[in-house]
């Protein structure tokens, strides 16, 4: 059905006399009474003059094209002036534009499904009014609760599935339920279930309130919409809705209800009764909801209770059926056994009504397969892996996660026996999305002075943060929080005990009482949190204090050597070693104690650490070194921000088009050519599977032809696509990302780098290029001009040109695939960068002419400003305070996506002063957390309308005309056909089956191998539903297709769920490779290899949509060594 269209129109040439009152009586007059329902005349913000447009809102769509039609007919005539009218994109007043979306008086029962026509109502409203507005896809409820007015606001897309009933069966045993009910002939919409819980906003109204529309000389509605709408928690005692997954909503006959359902999706009708029922024993009167009652499930193991809260969460089974009898039945069951049948639950596509049942049936399967299942080592986690249990807290609801894989970090291995006891909580908006700082705080009063309205939800936050969660018998309190779970509202949360407490974990991490800054005090404290591998302890006798490299410049003092020591060489081979590198990096990202950043490797060394000053952040007793980051040689990619820069400094577009060029055409070779395929997959850095495809390449598998190599190629392929066209990730050969080192030898001079690269395959065949200094087989080092920043980077002197050198003393250093500062020069030229360090810090650099910019700009200041200093030791509560602060405060993403409009619009791109003013807030807004002084965005900086490339189909857009839109469409238009998936059948089974992966007695493995691929599957089933992937190339790439509508808004949360699907399947790749290697002798394992891959792809074992070529290839070196070994003797 097509969406209806807006009823309101921009109005121009009204007399500048005319007030709102003149123009509406005059409307009302030439198009009949009551046509007019809103209207707003634009006006000079200094003496409030009529600008003579505006924007007329009507009754109905008749009138609005009745206005539409005078006026071109110049019959329009007020005063002087034919009135004009055009389209626009938005209403004055939010409200639907026909009156018959317009429902009064009916009754919303909110609850649960018991079965099919069977619903468990918690709490029911009568006189509810309900606006259906298929123009905004959404739903919103009235309702009168205790003199207060609130809204429940449903978004279409958040109804799973929607039933028009044409009658009801009420059996309540008090409260509603009287027999008017059967008197009146209903049509019940059941909205059965809801994926998310409503957002719900309270009514607010009273003198100099700061309403969206109120009534002046200007501005004028037919209706009283002097209020505001706030956003709050749940309204009801027994926390209803919170609970509800099932709206049930009764309108009359009369009403034309069944027009009205039909604009819901996936509505369908039935003629037979819905029945409801009493379910108020099932609320409970916890702030956190929903759980299943804790004296249920006294006697059951945290980790089942925990798994039985999220089959509940997640629409599995409903709190209904989490009752006595199917707890009293988990527990007789062992963990292990009950997590198990139980996450059969989970893999379910639809809601169980009798979990028990099938729970039972379920455990006969279980008890029978495991009589038949081969003997296979336990799974093991490797020791930089955790099991991390995550809670999302919605303003409604919570909703128990997990366990997922994570990377570990210090905190947790440390105290591992009590893993169970961590555990991740975020906070998030209904649909899972980043909450908005309007949801926490707003302003509901006129005036400067006016202070902060803080909503129930602030209040929420603060009160789960400072008193903690309960689930099960234990209560999870606030531990500490990284900078990266800062800008994702998260925190560790820990279950106290006698045996150990949250206050204890912090006093074991280092002393923090002499930090004063809030600010400062929360980053230290979550420092032990960043995810690193824990490698050696090192004796406080094996660490040296080195002095910092400092410089004071126009009066602000610059450190050249901030966030970098140094280690030993001989010491750099054993924590390389422990960090499984089968190389020593130069240097290393590290945590140690209470210090923080970079060691380089140094030759000359004798102590096995070099620390400064300006790495310790806080004491600590703590001497384990934890490695974040090896040094490595990473590929280079251009983005929106460098792009934009480069262009403003004079980069030519034909620049960038040629290189967004080079990489479609090679990506379209890719997929069938091999020599194209190898060089892409060089290219990408860090992707698993690359050795996989690029063994397989090299043994003679065409890349168009076998059925895993296709499919992981043509998956590599559209995520390269999917980077260029939406975040224009455009690949540049000449170029890398390097970590940032310091010159200790002083040789450098300010304006030159030194930088020695491990050469790429494509530079080795093209090595005698006058930018290379040969040093030996693999490697060169770079000479001449080099263009260097850091993202992010908004300012245009965020780029800097500098000179690259050679010197024989910087090359007998050994540093390798790591950029080398100077520690001479009145500024570093880290800190020019965006205010970079050598922490930690990447540095793009590319030595690719035409990206030399001709022009620089002079960097900008970046020194922050002072945070501010506490009387006395920070407190828990003020650190928990500043968290729920930074969440309201946190503006960086709203400034970058400002800086990107205007530096598209703006003559003077990034130089113009709109983005020059943005850029100083980024800076501000990025030392936020460190600082705790906020970036508060001008509502003028505000963009109004959106590039195309931004694909801000919702919001008001334009064809940007610059470089950014003409890659745009270039990439867009590149593509020439949709995404396709792998046939496969039979007939291909036998065409594709290869025979040289056949070796002799394989036959006897057959069955045994078969079992493993069942088991393969299930696993890959999990985490397939769990992460919501449909086919094998999503979860193995970790690219989701069809995402949720949270991850599409938000890169950040998307690139961190990335991340912890690529380590799921690592580690189930680990996992199967040790089923295989105890399964069977050494001597055996190429017949067993050899049956994995008859049982996948023989035709004789064809199943449909059952083909999951990825288990085989988990033995890839056995099976390529099959190949080659087969190959030779055909050729011979």
Sequence with gaps: MAQPERSTLRVSNVPESAIAQDLLNFLNSKLGPDSVFAIEIFTERKNWKSRGSGRVQ????????????????????????????????????????????????????????????????????????????????????????????????????????????????????????????????????????????????????????????????????????????????????????????????????????????????????????????????????????????????????????????????MQKISLAAANQDLIDFLCTLDIDTALNVLQRLHQLKFICYDPLSFLKTQLHVFKRNCKSLPLSSQKRLSNNVMNCYRVLVTPSRIYCLGPELETSNYVVKNFSSYASDFMRVTFVEEDWSKLPAGAVTTSIQRGILSKPYRTNIYHRIVTILRDGIVIGAKRFEFLAFSASQLRSNSVWMFASSDNLKAEEIRQWMGCFEKIRSI??????????FSSSTQTLVVPTQDVEIIPDIEVNSDGIDYCFSDGIGKISLSFARQVADKCGVNHIPSAFQIRYGGYKGVIAVDRNSFRKLSLRDSMLKFESKNKMLNVTKCCDSMPCYLNREIVTLLSTLGVKDESFEALQQEQLHLLKRMLTDKAVALNVLENLHGADSNNILVQMLNHGYEPNIEPYLSMMLQAHYWNLFSDLRSRCRIFVPKGRILLGCLDETGILNYGQVYACITLTKSELQNRNQNYFHTIDETKSILIGKVVVTKNPCLHPGDVRVLEAIFHVELEEKGLVDCLIFPQKGPRPHTNECSGGDLDGDLYFISWDENLIPPKTEAPMDYTGRRPRIMDHDVTLEEIQKFFVDYMINDTLGAISTAHLVH?????????????????????????????????????????????????????????????????????????????????????????????????????????????????????????????????????????????????????????????????????????????????????QRRMMASAWYHVTYHPSYFKEDMFYFSFPWAVSDVLLNIKATNSKRHQA
């Excluded at 534009?97 to 918690?122: I, P």
């Excluded at 409503?198 to 009273?206: D, F, L, M, N, V």
């Design 519 to 528: 600010s400062k005090c929360a980053a230290r404290m979550g420092q032990l």
């Design 58 to 313: 009507f009754t109905t769509l008749e009138a609005k094209a009745k206005a539409m039609a005078l006026s071109v007919q110049n019959n329009l005539v007020f005063g002087t002036q034919n009135l004009r009218f055009s389209l626009i994109n938005d209403d004055i007043v939010v409200r639907p534009v026909h009156a018959t979306n317009r429902t009064e008086n009916g009754v919303l029962h909110v609850g649960f499904m018991l079965k099919e026509e069977r619903m468990s109502v918690l709490e029911s409203w009568e006189g509810v009014k309900a606006w259906i507005m298929p123009e905004r896809r959404r739903i919103e409820f009235w309702i009168w609760h205790e003199q207060e007015c609130y809204k429940l606001e449903v978004m279409f897309e958040e109804i799973l599935e929607t039933t028009g009933y044409s009658g009801m069966v009420p059996c309540f045993t008090s409260g509603f339920g009287s027999k008017d009910f059967f008197v009146t002939l209903y049509l019940v919409g059941n909205l059965s279930p809801l994926k998310y819980a409503p957002r719900i906003y309270k009514k607010i109204s009273g003198s100099n309130m700061a309403s969206k529309f109120s009534s002046t000389r200007y501005r004028l509605c037919v209706e009283d919409y002097d209020y505001l709408w706030v956003r709050t928690t749940e309204f009801s005692p027994m926390r209803s809705v919170g609970q509800s997954t099932s709206f049930c909503w009764e309108v009359e006959e009369d009403l034309q209800a069944s027009d009205i359902f039909s604009y819901f999706p996936f509505y369908k009708e039935t003629q037979k009764d819905i029945v409801l029922e009493d379910g108020e024993e099932f609320c409970s009167t916890s702030e956190i909801v929903p759980l299943i009652k804790s004296g249920l499930g006294s006697n059951l193991a945290y980790e089942v209770e925990y798994q039985l809260n999220s089959l509940v969460h």
């Design 903 to 1083: 530096a598209d619009r703006e003559p003077k791109k990034a130089l113009s002063a709109k983005c020059l003013e943005l850029a100083a807030l980024h800076s501000m807004a990025v030392d936020f957390a460190k600082t705790g002084a906020p970036a508060e965005m001008p509502r003028v900086l505000k963009p109004r309308e959106f590039p195309d490339f931004m694909e801000r189909f919702d919001k008001p857009m334009y064809i940007s005309s610059n470089v950014l839109g003409k890659l745009y469409r270039a990439a867009i238009k590149s593509i020439e056909q949709e995404r396709s998936r792998l046939v496969w059948s039979e007939e291909a089974a036998r065409a594709i089956y290869d025979h040289d992966l056949e070796v002799d007695g394989f036959e006897a493995f057959l069955e045994i191998a078969e079992t493993y691929k069942e088991m393969y599957i299930e696993k890959m089933s999990i985490l397939m539903n769990y992460y919501g992937a449909e086919y094998e190339d999503e979860i193995l790439m970790g690219d989701l297709r069809s995402r949720a509508s949270y991850l599409q808004r938000d890169n950040r949360k998307y690139g961190d769920m990335k991340d912890r699907i690529l380590l799921s399947v690592k580690s189930l790749r680990k996992e199967v490779k040790e089923w295989f290697e105890n399964s069977c002798d050494p001597h």
